[in-house]
């Protein structure tokens, strides 16, 4: 069964924070990963896919945001996505996925 899915993070900071961890028995291809700088300054931040770096230290300037994805991830069950970013309760995080199982 194909199904898209949407999965959010609000107020993202330097914590690492698992947006996403693939279902079991399923493959997931990433579609988009946008993260939104919603504070005054810009920051940075960092995501990570399947345990590697997808953007490490990224700039986002003050109230603009990042599509992080420029091509299709494919992640496979129990991987994860993760964001982090320099500043406490700075980003939102929206990933779009289709969940195949």
Known sequence: ???FKNYTSASVGTSPVTTYTVPSATVAV???LT???TTASQITVDV???GVY???GAPI???SALSVLDGKIILE?????VVTSS?????DVILSVLEQS
Do not use: E, H
């Open 54 to 56: 997808v953007v490490k």
């Open 35 to 37: 993260i939104s700088n």
């Open 48 to 50: 990570q896919a399947a």
């Open 87 to 91: 500043a406490a309760t700075s980003a």
């Open 30 to 32: 990433t579609i988009g």
């Open 1 to 3: 069964m194909n199904v």
């Open 61 to 63: 300037p003050a109230g």
């Open 77 to 81: 069950a129990a991987d994860t996505v």
